[in-house]
């Protein structure tokens, strides 16, 4: 019993690496908000938004427009956004769910795990 609880732990951690690798090139798009994996989301929040274009991030929200350069790790999915007149960047977790699909955090923040949806153009 330990044996195959020990085999399914090291699958699951396995299987998180592989979503947690994401290629540059999936990111290029626009990504629009959806909703929070363990959190109420407000009208607000839902109009987030994230363009990545080659090596620069815009974040917009109803509030403001950021805009900075970005560099990303893909084997683990860590993004230091540094934004433009911002002392120090800004860290993130990307995790690829497929295609159309991202899960973002801010780990210095909280746990809230936010859902992006590539937007159709």
Do not use: C
Request: aromatic share 10%.
């Amino acid at each position: 019993m330990l044996k195959k609880t020990l085999l399914l732990a090291l699958f699951t951690i396995y299987s998180i690496a592989l979503n947690a690798q994401i290629k540059k090139v999936q990111l290029l798009a626009h990504w629009q908000l959806s909703h929070f994996i363990n959190k109420q989301i407000s009208e607000n929040e839902q109009k987030k938004s994230y363009v990545f274009i080659a090596d620069t991030l815009i974040y917009s929200s109803v509030q403001r427009q950021l805009k900075g350069t970005y560099q990303l790790n893909e084997q683990t999915g860590q993004l230091a956004w540094q934004p433009t007149y911002s002392t120090s960047p800004i860290l993130f977790t990307l995790i690829h769910i497929d295609t159309d699909t991202l899960h973002i955090s801010q780990p210095s923040i909280n746990a809230t795990i936010g859902v992006l949806i590539r937007k159709k153009q």
